[in-house]
């Protein structure tokens, strides 16, 4: 089991036919994505609490100062209608924000879009702040040196934290 999140699904798209070319995974031209990928919500804690991941979102922001008030809040309302969000999902697989599911073609059966929202209503949006880049080499390493059994759980998360505050301090934060 891996554990990641919908951005992974642009990569399944992209190379989907080509994986199927080649037979990777044991796909043939009768396959699709849920035969080799899912998703589901992250179990409870055992003190029954549910485990807080990241959402990523995109932003798209209207400067004050503009001399064009009225197209910017007209692009503002069409980059947030349902038509582009058909557009984002149909096109690019990505999980639109909308708030009725149903307006978007595919999306209500799509098991897996659906898994990645039921975990979504216990996320908080990804901080866009330079230190939350700098933390993801770090946890990519603490990964990389339990499964390839280099230090044990807690050295590497040791090793991640080390790491992270050396990143910082370079950084001057």
């Known amino acids: 089991m891996t ?13 989907w036919d080509l994986w199927i070319q080649e037979g990777k995974f044991g796909l043939t031209a009768d396959s699709k994505p849920s035969d080799i990928f899912g998703a589901i919500a992250l179990p409870k804690f055992s003190n029954g609490n549910n485990p807080i991941t990241f959402s990523g979102v995109q932003v798209t922001g209207m400067n004050i ?12 309302n069409f980059l947030a209608s349902d038509d582009v969000m058909k557009v984002v999902y ?22 897996i879009s659906n898994g990645f929202l039921e975990q979504a209503v216990y996320s908080h949006a990804m901080p866009v702040i330079q230190e939350g880049n700098y933390m993801w080499d770090p946890l990519r390493d603490v990964w990389t040196n339990i499964f390839v059994e280099k230090m044990s759980i807690e050295e ?6 080390s790491d992270y505050q050396r990143i910082l301090e370079d950084a001057g934060k």
């Open 90 to 111: 149909g096109t690019l697989g990505k999980i639109p924000a909308v708030k009725d599911s149903s307006k978007i073609p595919g999306l209500s059966e799509d098991s």
């Open 65 to 76: 100062y503009t001399d064009y008030p009225n197209a910017a809040i007209n692009l503002i």
């Open 156 to 161: 590497a998360q040791a090793k991640s934290l």
């Open 3 to 15: 554990i990641t999140g919908p951005w992974v699904m642009q990569d399944i798209i992209k190379n």
